[in-house]
């Protein structure tokens, strides 16, 4: 079964940083874009960032442009993000998505972490 760990979230003071970090298992499939969501209180889910295993080209939601780094360690199969200049605006639950590409496309979610930035 494909498996999502997520982890790296917490509290930190506008301005702070965080990396958070994803640890995918259990896939076969190499054609797959892996990255981040997240989820603000009464917001709905939104894309943050994400690679593709293609091209390792990033993508980055305009929001966090200069600010995130999405990186990944293919022999950990592990994908980071790095945060930095945090606001209080960045405050949600984070969600690390698989994404398979190839047909039949299918969706593997991580469970959430949550980050806070206090203002």
């Known amino acids: 079964d494909v498996q999502l760990q997520a982890s790296g979230g917490g509290l930190v003071q506008a301005g702070g940083s965080l990396r958070l970090s994803c640890a995918a298992s259990g896939f076969t499939f190499d054609d797959y874009a892996i990255g981040w969501f997240r989820q603000a209180p009464g917001k709905e889910r939104e894309g943050v960032s994400c690679i593709r295993s293609s091209d390792g080209n990033p993508y980055y939601a305009d929001s966090v442009k200069g600010r995130f780094t999405i990186s990944s360690d293919n022999a950990k199969n592990t994908v980071y993000l790095q945060m930095n200049s945090l606001q209080p605006e960045d405050t949600a639950v984070y969600y690390c998505?698989?994404?398979?590409?190839?047909?039949?496309?299918?969706?593997?979610w991580g469970q959430g972490t949550q980050v806070t930035v206090s203002s």
């Open positions: 998505r698989l994404r398979r590409r190839m047909t039949p496309q299918s969706d593997y």
